[in-house]
Structures are given as structure tokens and as C-alpha cells.
Nanobody
Framework: QVQLVESGGGSVQAGGSLRLSCSASGYATSTYCMGWFRQAPGKEREGVASIYTGDGSSYYADSVKGRFTISQDNAKNTMYLQMNSLKPEDTAMYYC????????????????????WGQGTQVTVSS
């Protein structure tokens, strides 16, 4: 029953916005650290944002600071990634992740530490 399902991806013009959703079920809903990663063609998967579900503490990659916002809705077991001022370089497959490595309230964006992955949702930003 453990699964993460992303939605909300699509194609937008540069400067536009998208809101990604990640619906969690099973034991994944009990993890304290969740986040978003992305992978562009020919590149390694990189961390985008993470959230400590205990208090909502968040962390962002430098490339998205000020533009992306990670949030959660515990009642709906859903995590979101609001993406504003999108750039062509944001084009990638975006993956929801759960059970990230945690140290205190900090959830680290390390692909190797992720316990659960979603299937991904494509985000394409055209210029």
C-alpha cells in the first residue's frame, strides 16, 4: 500500500506557474521527511526542496529559492510544490520522495537516502 503519486506537471511558458501535488498512502504517510527532486535528460537527479513534516521546516536548493515553495496538508496526506517564475532550466521530471535522511529538523536532499519514490511528473518550460 505504500505509494507516492505525483500530479500537476505540464507545459508552461517561461514566467508561468505550476503546482505539483504528491499524494501519499501507506507507511509513507508516517515519515517525517519528504521532498521533491528533479532530473533533466542526461543529468543526475538533484534535490529541489524538502520539508520536515513535524513542524513544516523547509529547505531549498539555491536554484529555486524565492521561486518555489514546498508545503503540506496533513489532513489530505498531500505535499505540494508551488513553482512560480518558471525558467526553461526548470524543465525536468519531478519526483516526490519520502523518508529522507533527517538531522533534527533538517531533511537532506540526498537521493541515496530516499526511502520511497513516486513515478514522476513531467514539467516543461518553454521560452
Amino acid at each position: 500500500q505504500v505509494q507516492l503519486v505525483e500530479s500537476g506537471g505540464g507545459s508552461v511558458q517561461a514566467g508561468g506557474s505550476l503546482r505539483l501535488s504528491c499524494s501519499a498512502s501507506g507507511y509513507a504517510t508516517s515519515t517525517y521527511c519528504m521532498g521533491w527532486f528533479r532530473q533533466a535528460p542526461g543529468k543526475e537527479r538533484e534535490g529541489v526542496a524538502s520539508i520536515y513534516t513535524g513542524d513544516g521546516s523547509s529547505y531549498y536548493a539555491d536554484s529555486v529559492k524565492g521561486r518555489f515553495t514546498i508545503s503540506q496538508d496533513n489532513a489530505k496526506n498531500t505535499m505540494y510544490l508551488q513553482m512560480n517564475s518558471l525558467k526553461p532550466e526548470d524543465t525536468a521530471m519531478y519526483y516526490c520522495a519520502a523518508d529522507l535522511f533527517r538531522a533534527g529538523r533538517r531533511c537532506y536532499l540526498l537521493s541515496s537516502s530516499v526511502g520511497y519514490w513516486g513515478q514522476g511528473t513531467q514539467v516543461t518550460v518553454s521560452s
